[in-house]
């Protein structure tokens, strides 16, 4: 199976506390996995430590056959790109000088960048609606244009492996749905895709799988249908609904009847 990206038996501890109890995981190329959970569950942890920006306690990832712990920072960028929800560092940067940043990892030491890849910022900016905004400096943005920003970038890296943090989440509904459409068309051309969504109706309508994080564990990984049962729902999320296919379009969708009973939060 072809999976660039394998999570094995990852714990990792943050402020003294475990978040990741040992998360086993594998993206594959030519899907969009999204990784949900209720907050805190561990799903930022989870993709941190796959950009290492977190070195797990134990376990490993590897990224195309290699444990990224032994990876040089260079090497890693080039196969493997994340969209944070932190803002992006870009002081004084045009959304263009932004996204470029993105093409350091293919570029020599000092070598500028050249019509390559001036032609993939070109096509990135296009892909997330962001090429009349080129020129703008990116601290003039909205919330939801500096997240598309973001996913440009990571974007421009050009990666084997695309990890995304909610990347949804600043959008309004038409970008919700471009970026979720653009995810999976970066998968068809063989991208592993991995996102980190709240909204489960996105999950279910758009993404190819789906990995369900509750207190640091993976406590579930398959189709939307599959792995988001009414127990699961109602355990996990605390909430009553039911994955099936949509009237309309044929295609998985979530149907939320309320809150589940006994659940609510202390
Ligand atoms: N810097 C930190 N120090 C200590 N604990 C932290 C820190 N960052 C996160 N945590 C804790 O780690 C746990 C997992 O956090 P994480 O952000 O990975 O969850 P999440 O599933 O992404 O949550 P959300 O859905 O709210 O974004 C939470 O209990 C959180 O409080």
Redesign the pocket.
């Known amino acids: 199976m072809n999976a660039p990206l394998r999570i094995h038996r990852v714990r990792a501890g943050?402020?003294?506390?475990q978040?990741l109890a040992g998360v086993d995981l594998e993206a594959r190329g030519g899907e969009v996995l999204a990784l949900v959970?209720?907050?805190?569950?561990?799903?930022?942890?989870?993709l941190?430590c796959c950009y290492r920006a977190l070195s797990p306690s134990a376990g490993t990832i590897t990224l195309t056959g290699s444990d990224i712990a032994s990876l040089p920072r260079r090497a890693v960028a080039r196969r493997l790109a994340a969209s944070t929800?932190e803002p992006p560092a870009s002081a004084g940067l045009t959304v263009r000088e932004s996204v470029q940043l993105g093409r350091a990892a293919h570029l020599g030491w000092l070598q500028s960048p050249g019509e390559v890849d001036r032609r993939v910022v070109d096509r990135v900016l296009a892909q997330v609606g962001l090429a009349g905004l080129a020129g703008r400096d990116v601290r003039e943005l909205s919330g939801g244009e500096r997240q598309r920003v973001s996913i440009a970038r990571a974007l421009a890296q050009e990666p084997a492996v695309l990890l995304l943090?909610?990347p949804t989440n600043h959008l309004d509904l038409r970008h919700q749905i471009t970026v979720m459409e653009l995810l999976v068309s970066l998968a068809a051309d063989g991208i592993a895709v991995v996102v980190?969504l709240?909204d489960l109706r996105l999950a279910v309508e758009y993404c190819d799988r789906i990995a369900v994080?509750s207190e640091?564990a993976i406590v579930g990984t398959g189709a939307p249908a599959e792995v988001l049962t009414g127990s699961l729902l109602s355990g996990v999320f605390g909430i009553m609904g039911e994955v099936g296919p949509d009237p309309r379009t044929g295609r998985p969708a979530l149907a939320v009847h309320g809150l589940a009973t006994g659940t609510v939060d202390a």
């Open positions: 943050l402020g003294g506390r978040v959970g209720p907050n805190g569950s561990g799903k930022t942890t989870a941190r929800q943090d909610e980190t709240h994080m640091g």
